[in-house]
């Protein structure tokens, strides 16, 4: 499940794209004005940032500039009513990955964020394998010893984010953050319920736990 960071002005344009996204089976946080974005990606991790030019309380191009000047390189897909060359040259030299001139088509905005995403993390070949386990990023279809297991759009996201980084240990509060926008209540055990019914699943001992510090790939079934 990819988190991603919506900023945009307009609420009829903001309401649209949240809507559609979901229906990926994305997760949407959504601020109106620039310094609130600017903030939110400095302090939470998202897979991808759609981001307007035009904003309240400031500008999307300085918005974008204080995060590469900040490192922070979380792929940036431009939506915006500018449309001269100029514009589009000058996003794209600030550090945008893309950049989209509204009126847009929704399928074309989900096709390029989707795209950066398997970019940045990756995630560009049909197939990623961890010894007997294989996830389809396309079709988010995973298998188990060559047979489908069914898991919800949460087991996915888990298992996702921790294939595609499987020599890290992921704690329960950067699992939370993938999982979880701003807005909702998280149960206390709710990431040990998910990591619980995915052992279920797969097998017991394919997700080991380092007590105190959180959940990784047992380097045994990688092979």
């Known amino acids: 499940m990819a988190r991603i960071l919506l900023i945009e002005d307009d609420k009829s344009i903001a309401e649209a794209l949240i809507l559609g996204l979901k229906s990926q089976g994305m997760m949407v946080d959504w601020f109106s004005e620039a310094t609130q974005g600017e903030m939110a990606l400095q302090e939470t991790m998202f897979d991808a940032v759609l981001l307007d030019l035009t904003l309240p309380k400031g500008d999307g191009m300085t918005v974008l500039q204080n995060w590469r000047a900040r490192h922070i390189d979380t792929p940036v897909l431009i939506i915006t009513a500018r449309d001269a060359i100029a514009n589009r040259v000058a996003g794209l030299n600030a550090g945008a990955d893309d950049y989209l001139v509204k009126p847009f088509a929704l399928d074309e905005v989900i096709a390029r964020l989707q795209a950066l995403i398997r970019r940045s993390q990756g995630r560009s070949l049909p ?63 709710a990431i040990e319920v998910h990591i619980h019914h995915l052992r279920k699943k797969l097998s017991n001992d394919f997700i080991l736990t380092k007590r105190g510090i959180g959940y990784y790939l047992n380097p045994a079934h990688s092979s």
């Open 127 to 189: 197939e990623i394998r961890y010894g007997k386990v294989a996830y389809h990023p396309q079709s988010q279809q995973v298998t188990y010893q060559d047979q489908v297991v069914e898991l919800t759009i949460k087991e996915v996201a888990i298992l996702e984010q921790m294939l595609t980084h499987p020599k890290q240990i992921h704690s329960r509060a950067s699992l939370e953050d993938k999982l979880y926008g701003w807005q909702q209540d998280i149960e206390s055990n």
